[in-house]
């Protein structure tokens, strides 16, 4: 059981416009929430994250927008760089809650390319 | 300050041996989670330490063991290794448990199983 979903496996976009990246998540008791960006050959690296009383943060050029009615998060990075292409993780965890959902749960991630 | 230290960056072993990796977290972390990354499956959990304690542990075999010593540092092993454990080991460090506080991740260690 798959609880957080990112269904794009790839996105390329220009480089100077903006890149949008998803993801859903089915467990309602999450309520913190990660997006991480992974280079080859390296580990990832945390990028911005959002606490469930929000529903945006805003760090430099990217941006997360939470929407927990709909259980979906974006990350928006304007303007995309060539070097901001990477695999894209999001990631959830219920801190309110212990046992199983104690601990950060992945999606399979986005590979962003973008082209000068 | 240090980041996050993984030894070895490589490994090559056969099926059926067993293999320990080493993780350093940063100083001042209590707090060390192992996931294993393969093609098409994303970040999956192995495992989480905290104060030498195993709190949490995700879906793999009991062939996948870990522990943490009094000064964070921790270790996984995998016994009777399968061409399946061929994979990207991950470890992250943080102050507080895992899923309470943004992790930061070491290079990692690639396995690969012939």
């Known amino acids: 059981d798959q609880q957080v979903k990112q269904n794009s496996p790839s996105l390329s976009v220009q480089e100077g416009r903006i890149s949008i990246l998803n993801c859903d998540y089915t467990?309602?008791?999450?309520?913190?929430f990660l997006w991480y960006k992974k280079y080859p050959a390296e580990g990832p690296t945390f990028l911005i994250s959002i606490s469930s009383i929000k529903d945006k943060n805003e760090d430099g050029r990217f941006t997360v927008f939470l929407n927990k009615s709909a259980k979906h998060l974006s990350l928006h990075i304007v303007p995309s760089q060539p070097g901001d292409s990477a695999v894209y993780f999001c990631a959830a965890s219920a801190r309110g809650s212990g046992g199983s959902n104690y601990k950060l749960t992945f999606g399979k991630g986005t590979l962003l390319t973008v082209n000068p | 300050k240090a980041g996050v230290t993984q030894t070895p960056r490589y490994l090559i072993k056969t099926r059926g041996q067993q293999v320990t990796l080493s993780c350093s977290p940063i100083s001042g972390h209590r707090s060390v989670s192992w996931y294993q990354q393969t093609p098409g499956q994303g970040l999956q959990f192995l495992f989480e330490?905290?104060?030498?304690?195993?709190?949490n542990k995700g879906n793999f075999p009991g062939r996948f063991s870990g522990r943490q010593f009094s000064n964070s540092r921790s270790e996984m092993n995998v016994s009777t290794l399968e061409l399946g454990d061929s994979a990207l080991y991950l470890c992250?460090?943080?102050?507080?448990?895992?899923?309470?506080?943004?992790?930061?991740f070491g290079p990692g260690t690639r396995l690969t199983v012939l």
């Open positions: 467990n309602s008791m999450f309520d913190y």
């Open positions: 330490y905290f104060s030498e304690t195993q709190r």
């Open positions: 992250a460090s943080s102050y507080f448990p895992g899923g309470t506080d943004t992790q930061y």
